[in-house]
C-alpha cells in the first residue's frame, strides 16, 4: 500500500474513533453521515452531530479528491496545467456550554502529477487549535502538552516551530492580529526526501492524529457541566463571530475547497449555528471576558 492509500485508510479509521468518542461523551446525539461524490473526481464522507447535551454542532470530515488541479490553484502553487490528489480528515466542534472550548484538527496529504501521471511533488499538512470563550490556564497547558508529547519523539524541535506557526496563522489580521484562540499546532508543505522519509512523515502525521482525542476530551469532561446564563452565551456567540470571520477571509483550507469545486455543505461546516456581531464590542473591565481577550496572545503553554 502506497502512501497515499495508507494516509486515506488511516483517516477514515480515525474519523469513526473520534466519531464514537464524542458520541460517548454526549450521550444523547449521534452522528449522521453523509457520503457525497465530486463530479471531477472523488469524494468524501460528512460525518455532522447536533443538538446534542454537550455539543451544539460537530462536524468530522473525510474526502479523497482527484484530478485537474484548477487554474486559480495552478496560479497559487506556482505550476503549470497539473493532475492532483488530495485527502484530508477535517474537523470542528462547537459545544453547548460556552466554558467548553471550540477546537479545530485537520491532517491532509497533496499529490501533484505531471501529463504523463508521475508524481512532481506531494506533501503533509496539519494540526489542532484550541479557541476558549473563556481561558483556564491548566486547559491550555493540558492541550498544549498533550500535542508536544506527540511531536517530541520525532525530534523536539517540532513543537516549537509547529507551535510559532499555528500562533502566526490562525490569527486575525483585520482586527488588529487579534488570535482566534490560543492555539495548537500548525504545519504545512512537509515534502518527503525519500521513501524512508515518506514513512517518517506518514508516522509524524498519524502521530498527531492519535494524540486529539486525548488532548481534548478531558477538557470537555472538565468544563461540560459547569454552570452558565445568558452573559456566557451573548459572549460566546461574539467570539464565535470572530471565529467564522477568519473561516471565511483568511482560511486556506475553506478557500481551498471553493476553488476546487468541493462540497460546500461540507467545506462550511466549520460555522457555529449562532453567531453574533454588535458594533465596536467592548468587554466590561475586570471581567472574565476582558481577560479572555487578553489572554489571545501567543504564550507559553508548556511547562519546561
Known amino acids: 500500500m502506497d502512501i497515499k492509500d495508507s494516509f486515506h485508510q488511516y483517516i477514515l479509521d480515525l474519523q469513526f474513533s473520534i466519531c464514537r468518542s464524542l458520541e460517548l461523551v454526549d450521550g ?31 462536524g468530522v470530515n473525510t474526502s479523497a479528491v482527484f484530478g485537474k488541479l484548477p487554474e486559480a490553484m495552478q496560479q497559487a502553487f506556482g505550476v503549470g496545467e497539473s493532475q492532483f490528489f488530495a485527502c484530508g480528515l477535517s474537523l470542528v466542534i462547537h459545544p453547548l456550554n460556552p466554558y467548553v472550548p471550540t477546537v479545530h484538527a ?67 489580521k483585520h482586527r488588529n492580529n487579534e488570535a482566534r484562540g490560543i492555539g495548537g499546532v500548525f504545519y504545512d508543505y ?19 492524529g492519535n494524540a486529539f482525542l486525548p488532548a481534548y476530551i478531558p477538557i470537555v469532561e472538565k468544563r461540560k457541566d459547569l ?19 477568519f473561516n471565511l477571509i483568511h ?16 467545506i462550511l461546516m466549520s460555522l457555529p449555528p449562532r453567531a453574533r456581531w454588535e458594533y465596536n464590542h467592548r468587554p466590561e473591565p475586570g471581567s472574565r471576558e476582558e481577560e479572555t481577550i487578553e489572554m489571545l496572545k501567543p504564550g507559553r503553554w508548556v511547562r519546561e
Open 251 to 266: 482560511d486556506r483550507g475553506t478557500l481551498f475547497g471553493l476553488k476546487t469545486n468541493g462540497r460546500t455543505e461540507s
Open 106 to 172: 485537520n491532517w491532509r496529504y497533496f499529490e501533484l502529477y505531471n501529463s504523463a501521471s508521475e508524481k512532481t511533488d506531494s506533501w503533509f499538512g496539519g494540526g489542532s487549535d484550541l479557541t476558549p470563550y473563556y481561558i483556564f490556564r491548566e486547559d491550555g497547558e493540558h492541550f498544549h502538552t498533550t500535542l508536544k508529547n506527540a511531536m517530541d519523539p520525532f525530534g523536539r524541535h517540532w513543537y516549537p516551530k509547529c507551535k510559532q506557526h499555528c500562533d502566526e496563522y490562525f490569527v486575525n
Open 190 to 208: 512537509l515534502r518527503p526526501e525519500s521513501e524512508e522519509d515518506a514513512g517518517n512523515l506518514l508516522a509524524f502525521q498519524e502521530a498527531n
Open 28 to 58: 444523547k446525539a449521534v452522528f449522521v453521515n453523509d457520503d457525497w461524490v465530486r463530479p471531477e473526481g472523488g469524494g468524501g464522507v460528512s460525518c455532522v452531530i447536533a443538538e446534542g447535551n454537550v455539543f451544539e454542532k460537530a
Open 227 to 245: 454552570d452558565y446564563g445568558e452573559k456566557e452565551i451573548r459572549w460566546q456567540e461574539i467570539r464565535r463571530g470572530r471565529y467564522v470571520e
